[in-house]
């Protein structure tokens, strides 16, 4: 089953970590997750260049397989560049969005 996350919030909000949490067993139980990150849930791809390197949890998800994109033009007004994203994570546009709606057998929308 192909299973779609909108993330509108950012990395401290608690709906950042029901969407890890959902998408990680969803993914432990064979399905397919892609997730969408819009607004300040672009954060959530952001990696805090500090000599750990910390980032907000979604490049684990990535590395289990989920699918991770953002909304380029709500990067760019916030002042994201490729270089401050997590590896993985793609940068994409409003049509894909909606293709992702389209193409998933269960959407969740975080707003």
Do not use: W
Not at 17 to 28: G, M, N, P, Q, Y
Not at 35 to 50: K, P, Q, R, T
């Amino acid at each position: 089953m192909k299973i779609g996350f909108l993330l509108h919030k950012s990395p401290e909000h608690q709906d950042s970590h029901t969407v890890k949490r959902l998408a990680e067993s969803f993914i432990d139980l064979g399905h397919e997750v892609s997730i969408f990150l819009m607004e300040d849930g672009v954060y959530n791809a952001f990696i805090n260049h500090s000599a750990k390197g910390l980032s907000p949890g979604f490049d684990k998800l990535i590395t289990k397989g989920a699918k991770v994109s953002l909304c380029t033009f709500t990067a760019d007004i916030r002042g994201l560049k490729k270089e401050n994203i997590i590896e993985g994570v793609e940068f994409q546009s409003q049509y894909d969005l909606s293709r992702l709606v389209s193409e998933s057998d269960r959407f969740l929308s975080f707003v």
